[in-house]
């Protein structure tokens, strides 16, 4: 499947899950110093290879007749800052709930270790504007989401498929914390206990085969 084909499958399976309305949310991918792109002003479940244009790493229009995303440039900082080979960014309900009332993203479940840890949410910018760009890139050191304050949230992986996969796990967090608040003070997971969790990853118990 090509970079592009591919950029169409995930955008429409953005829309069916809800992570995105109307024309909201781009997603991009990289190969080499290429990156494609979803186009400016097309619905993620519209998109066709030929819509989505091709940029190069300095932000050239290389393929394509429609203008990238309007948050082109904070893909390509993100690229720049970090090994991601693919970047996701959406408006879900939960995600952008709490960027628009909190400073991160707290480990209330251990599934938060696979993005990091805590999600920084990103101070406030225009988006597409470099301040942003710079804003995400700072927030996502050492992690593989962010959180954008009163807009959004942003994932990175290997591929568009793991870099999809985080942006629904944030979104499953999210959701986890804004209901637990509903019902109480959310437990916040700590240190030791993270630590703990890594350790059992590392170490997984190993079940002996039963003799006959």
């Known amino acids: 499947m090509s970079l592009r084909e591919q950029l169409c499958e995930y955008g429409r399976r953005a829309v069916e899950l809800g992570l995105v309305i109307g024309t909201s949310g781009n997603l991009s991918v990289r190969q080499g110093d290429l990156v494609a792109v979803t186009p400016s002003g097309v619905a993620l479940?519209?998109?066709?290879?030929?819509?989505?244009?091709?940029?190069d790493v300095a932000g050239h229009l290389v393929e394509g007749e429609l203008?990238?995303?309007s948050e082109t440039p904070m893909h390509l900082a993100v690229y720049e800052a970090t090994d991601a080979q693919a970047v996701v960014h959406t408006h879900s309900v939960f995600?952008?709930?709490v960027a628009t009332t909190m400073t991160e993203?707290?480990?209330?479940h251990y599934n938060a270790l696979l993005l990091g840890g805590a999600v920084k949410v990103a101070p406030y910018a225009t988006y597409g504007t470099p301040e942003l760009a710079a804003n995400v890139r700072a927030a996502l050191?050492?992690?593989r989401a962010a959180l954008m304050a009163n807009h959004g949230g942003v994932t990175i992986g290997a591929t568009l498929e793991e870099a999809f996969e985080a942006t629904r796990l944030l979104e499953w967090l999210?959701?986890?914390y804004v209901r637990a608040l509903g019902v109480?003070?959310?437990?916040?997971?700590?240190a030791e206990q993270l630590d703990a969790v890594?350790?059992?990853a590392l170490n997984p118990p190993v079940f002996p085969r039963r003799t006959p």
């Open 184 to 190: 109480g003070r959310p437990a916040v997971l700590t």
């Open 45 to 55: 479940d519209r998109l066709t290879p030929e819509t989505c244009p091709v940029v």
């Open 67 to 69: 203008q990238p995303s």
């Open 95 to 97: 995600g952008t709930v």
């Open 174 to 176: 999210c959701e986890v």
């Open 141 to 143: 050191e050492g992690r």
């Open 105 to 108: 993203l707290p480990p209330v």
């Open 198 to 200: 890594v350790e059992r």
